[in-house]
């Protein structure tokens, strides 16, 4: 059951479930302002993804399905919830033209992270690696969302706009011609 490939909860789909289930439970925080809890969360996301791909490449478990629902797990945990995370952050203190500004802001970063997901699907093959991204995966771009985080976290960069020129740079990158390397 866990290793046949027809099984809609083999385990690499399972795998894949789990790192829904982070990314939602991770917004939960989020809302909840425990961001701490969240990012941890958001990590465990990480590493789910990178073994779902793992596990249904050493047992062929690849299907069109486990495609659908990596990208359906990719969309939630790496571009809904790191967008909440860094929204909730940077708007905590703010007005209501912040929140209207950047919440924009974060629907297009969104939408920019959706759009990525699908074209990727429209081009992916079961069971095949290609040698380059084009444009930033979202992982990487909710890895630049939480470094963004920081920096304002941290003092480093504390104005929200600037924030905000930098999280429309990384949508931008999400959809762009950028040859990013396959781990």
């Known amino acids: 059951m866990l290793f046949d490939k027809n099984n809609r909860f083999n385990l690499a789909n399972l795998i894949t479930f789990g790192n829904i289930a982070s990314g939602i439970i991770a917004i939960h925080f989020i809302v909840h302002g425990d961001f701490f809890t969240a990012i941890i969360l958001a990590w465990i996301a990480g590493a789910l993804d990178i073994a779902d791909g793992k596990v249904a490449r050493k047992y062929n478990l690849s299907t069109e399905f486990g495609i659908q629902v990596d ?49 990727f699907n429209i081009k992916s093959e079961e069971g095949k690696v290609t040698k380059y991204f084009t444009g930033v995966p979202t992982p990487l771009g909710a890895i630049l969302l939480w470094v963004l985080y920081l920096l304002f976290s941290y003092g480093i960069v504390a104005n929200v706009y600037i924030i905000g020129v930098l999280v429309a740079i990384v949508a931008w990158s999400l959809n762009s011609q950028l040859k990013i390397p396959h781990p």
């Open 71 to 119: 990208s359906y797990a990719d969309f939630i945990s790496f571009v809904v919830m790191p967008s909440f995370l860094l929204y909730y952050a940077l708007t905590q203190n703010g007005d209501n033209t912040q929140e209207l500004i950047l919440g924009a802001l974060f629907i297009a970063y969104i939408v920019a992270g959706l759009r990525r997901l699908i074209e």
